[in-house]
Nanobody, 122 residues
Framework: QVQLVESGGGLVQPGGSLRLSCAAS????????IGWFRQAPGKEREGVSC????????NYTDSVKGRFTISRDNSKVTVYLQMSTLKPEDTAVYYC???????????????WGQGTQVTVSS
């Protein structure tokens, strides 16, 4: 059974940092594209970042470029989203997703986690 479980969310002050983790089970990451998405209250879900399974390619939405970094540890079957210089507008539920394809920069992922809340507030 394929499962993704996010962790690492919480309350952080503006300018702070958080590292989200996404632990995968039931499959290996080697052949899966991984994406991070977020959904703020009253807003549509948006893609934050994605990572290729084959060539190390990554992509970020403009609002997080230079602040967020996606990475994966295939041996630990875990994906990370390092978030720095957080802003109140980063407040959202963050989801990781996996797709059995080398690259996916759309929201058409097959497997989704349950989400973890990130709140940026003073």
């Amino acid at each position: 059974q394929v499962q993704l479980v996010e962790s690492g969310g919480g309350l952080v002050q503006p300018g702070g940092s958080l590292r989200l983790s996404c632990a995968a089970s039931g499959f290996t990451l080697d052949y899966y594209a991984i994406g991070w998405f977020r959904q703020a209250p009253g807003k549509e879900r948006e893609g934050v970042s994605c990572s290729s399974s084959s060539d190390g390619k990554t992509n970020y939405t403009d609002s997080v470029k230079g602040r967020f970094t996606i990475s994966r540890d295939n041996s630990k079957v875990t994906v990370y989203l390092q978030m720095s210089t957080l802003k109140p507008e980063d407040t959202a539920v963050y989801y990781c997703a996996a797709d059995p394809t080398p690259w996916n920069n759309q929201a058409t992922y097959v497997y989704w986690g349950q989400g973890t809340q990130v709140t940026v507030s003073s």
